[in-house]
């Protein structure tokens, strides 16, 4: 399964069917007979830049023929620049002074905390991917804990603690330190309450928690996050293991079924 078609033709026709096709492509043709009708009216580098605008745009969508990278935030701005370029209306003589008007001051203003905010998420991120690098050569533990400065610098990003959790009982697991295990139940559970709906830490959660002992407790929390996922099969699968494990045959039977009727096709 993909979460789209890969075509923004087709995606929008099974998504939003025949009136969506017809807001797609109307918006399309009034955007190039806009940029044409500008082409025609500027001169010099204007018409340069608005060629150029126009060649970026064919080339952006003629790839959404064969994927829809616009899903990545940062590519969908990109259309968006594009676009505005491309039917801005066309500049029109000042009557004002000459000098820095208020909008000129706060569009600096802007570009300044833009690019500021930038920069911070970049470094948080950088410190993020060193800390994942670390616990991906092995080194769990330190991994985890190089995380918790990343944590306390972007607290309300739900996947730091989640990641944090897993690695936390990667450590646990090689080398049975218990405080560690408790460490990646507590991540996991930060991580459910800033995003509650995210299964696959319901089921790491489940898996922390078996770990430690707390069968009965990892079986509520599967039970949990089968109500999140009702069609997600490895869900059903985990909780019928558990229950195997824990001798109630009839409930892993009922998990199982489930599994076979929603996610047959993915069982190997």
């Known amino acids: 399964p993909h979460s789209h078609a ?25 955007a190039g007979r806009r940029w044409w009708h500008r082409v025609t009216l500027v001169q010099g580098g204007s018409r340069i830049e608005l060629i150029a605008v126009g060649a970026a745009f064919v080339g952006y969508a003629g790839h959404h023929l064969v994927d829809i990278p616009a899903t990545m935030p940062a590519i969908a701005l990109l259309a968006i620049v594009i676009a505005a370029v491309a039917v801005a209306s066309d500049p029109q003589p000042s009557t004002k002074p000459a000098g820095i008007r ?21 470094t948080v991120r950088v410190r993020h991917l060193d800390a994942l690098v670390t ?3 092995g080194a769990w533990a330190e991994g985890a804990v190089a995380l918790t400065d990343v944590i306390a610098t972007d607290p309300l ?9 897993y690695i936390w009982g990667m450590a646990a697991a090689e080398t049975g330190d218990s405080a560690a295990l408790t460490q990646g139940i507590a991540a996991l559970e930060q991580a459910l309450e800033l995003e509650t709906a995210y299964v696959p830490t319901w089921l790491n959660l489940a898996a922390l928690q078996e770990q430690a002992g707390d069968r009965g407790v990892a079986v509520s929390t599967l039970e949990a996050a089968t109500t999140l996922a009702p069609d997600g099969g490895i869900v059903w699968l985990n909780l019928g ?22 996610y047959a096709y993915a069982i190997y």
Request: aromatic fraction near 12%; avoid cysteine; charged fraction near 10%.
């Open 6 to 30: 890969h075509n923004v033709v087709l995606h929008t026709a099974a998504e939003l069917g025949l009136p969506g096709l017809i807001v797609l492509l109307a918006g399309m043709w009034f």
């Open 102 to 122: 208020w909008q000129v001051a706060a569009g600096i203003v802007l570009w300044v905390v833009v690019i500021g905010t930038g920069w911070w998420s970049y």
């Open 135 to 137: 616990a991906n050569n």
């Open 157 to 165: 990003m739900p996947l730091y603690p989640a990641q944090q959790g």
């Open 241 to 262: 293991l558990l229950h195997e494990e824990l001798g109630d045959a009839d409930a892993a039977t009922a998990a199982f079924q489930q599994v076979l009727e929603k």
